[in-house]
């Protein structure tokens, strides 16, 4: 049997846990986690990671593995992502990439090439206080190519990508491919009442009576283990606004609406980086996605 990877892959709060749990299970497979915040330790509420009882003795791989403390890229989770897909294969079983990062999940099934530039921690802390937009502004003098596709309110990416430039002194050359030695489904899910879900899910994670776990009581842990509170607010979404009502910026209630409100624009994100790629089949219901995965799997 060729080797296969199942790729299930949509913008936050559309269902992927679910779905691709009961195809795990249904299929033999074994889950790599394609989430840019769910590789720190620590961060589990606000990014929603599964918890060993919701996994249902499917195995996870690349969740927990890096400290909040340091940036973790693209080629680290690359080289980590393939890694646990071969052993997976060797397993004899099928290896499921899910998670919402799209450069995650484009680095390793098209095979890019990533350049090859070791951390600077000094530019990195030095980098670290400017601004989202004086990042972006730098990066736009530096290379122009890179910033239009870029998230510009992600400051871990804005400065990794200035450290590449800055160390290769000159612009990212384009990345190459390498084709993978596998082949690959992927199963995007768009999911319905986006909006209602992110509502839902984020009321889920707000302090309750009685309750000791939230994103308010994981944020404030997270800066007592010695993560600035600048770092706390380059998580983004939940993290950056448990971090500024912590910090007394915003109201408990501006907390809730900037949370919603940015997670929406996120999807939105999300969405429009996956439309364009056309490899994608656009799923609404498990047995669809049951049915393309046992003639993609024969």
């Known amino acids: ?87 997976i294969f060797k397993r004899k079983k099928i290896p499921f990439l899910v998670g919402g990062t799209a450069f995650y999940i484009q680095s390793v099934v098209d095979g890019i090439v990533i350049p090859k530039v070791k951390p600077d921690w000094k530019l990195r802390k030095k980098l670290a206080q400017k601004t989202n937009k004086e990042l972006f502004s730098i990066l736009k003098k530096l290379d122009p190519q890179r910033a239009r596709v870029i998230d510009k309110n992600n400051p871990r990416r804005l400065i990794r990508a200035l450290e590449i430039a800055i160390k290769l002194k000159k612009p990212i050359p384009p990345l190459k491919k390498i084709k993978p030695t596998f082949e690959f489904l992927m199963l995007g899910l768009k999911g319905k009442n986006l909006k209602e879900n992110i509502k839902k899910r984020l009321l889920k994670r707000l302090p309750g009576k009685g309750s000791k776990k939230s994103i308010i009581s994981e944020t404030r842990k997270l800066k007592k283990e010695g993560l600035s509170w600048k770092r706390l607010e380059g998580f983004g979404l939940e993290y950056k606004y448990a971090a500024q009502y912590l910090q007394k910026k915003i109201t408990y209630k501006e907390m809730i609406e900037k949370i919603q409100k940015e997670s929406e624009r996120f ?30 799997l024969k």
Do not use: C
């Open 1 to 87: 049997m060729s080797k296969k990877l199942v790729v299930i892959l949509g913008p936050t709060a559309s269902g992927k846990t679910k779905i691709s749990l009961k195809l795990a299970k249904k299929f033999n497979g074994e889950i790599v986690s394609a989430d840019s915040r769910q590789v720190y330790k620590g961060l589990d509420i606000g990014s929603g990671k599964i918890t060993k009882k919701e996994m249902k003795g499917i195995p996870h791989y690349l969740l927990s593995i890096a400290s909040p403390k340091r940036i973790f890229t693209v080629a680290q989770f690359q080289r980590l992502a393939l890694k646990a897909i071969n052993k």
């Open 267 to 296: 999807a939105k994100r999300q969405m429009t980086w996956f439309k364009k790629d056309k490899r994608i089949r656009w799923i609404k219901k498990y047995k669809e996605a049951e049915i393309l995965l046992k003639k993609f």
